[in-house]
């Protein structure tokens, strides 16, 4: 896969019967070390500031570092960590159920299913896929 991509992060999370899709497209980089794939990108935050995101997929866990926490994704285990947000620090508990990785020459993708609690309570039920494309380079005349 080349160095520049396009990352789509789509999925959508279930709160009391009712669903909600998200979706995030953007240009990002890609590179490969000691078995493990990392995206990294910017992303705008709520009041339009940018900050630098890392997703790291290997074949038994993911984890995704941005503005504020590091969420950690492994099958079959439950990882909490905080999540600092501009009300104050959230405890976030996720439980993966579902973790599939797959790849090609030039694309890479991630399927999770998880469960979402914070401060101790369930509050949803997550399917998010990452995807990372090769850029193909366009030739000059």
Avoid at 29 to 45: A, F
Avoid at 56 to 76: T, V
Avoid at 89 to 105: F, H, N
């Amino acid at each position: 896969m080349t160095k520049e991509v396009m990352i789509t992060i789509s999925g959508f999370r279930i709160t009391d019967g009712e669903q909600e899709a998200v979706e995030l497209t953007v240009r990002g980089d890609y590179y490969r070390k000691n078995g493990n794939h990392y995206l990294l990108y910017q992303e705008t935050e709520d009041g339009g500031e940018k900050s630098r995101s890392r997703i790291r997929i290997s074949p038994g866990s993911m984890d995704m570092k941005k503005s504020g926490a590091h969420l950690i994704f492994e099958k079959d285990r439950k990882h909490v960590s905080g999540y600092m947000t501009p009300a104050g620090e959230l405890t976030v508990g996720i439980l993966t159920e579902k973790l599939e990785m797959r790849e090609d020459e030039d694309q890479l993708e991630a399927d999770l299913e998880y469960s979402l609690e914070i401060n101790g309570s369930h509050v949803s039920d997550c399917r998010i896929r990452v995807s990372a494309r090769s850029l193909k380079q366009q030739k000059t005349v």
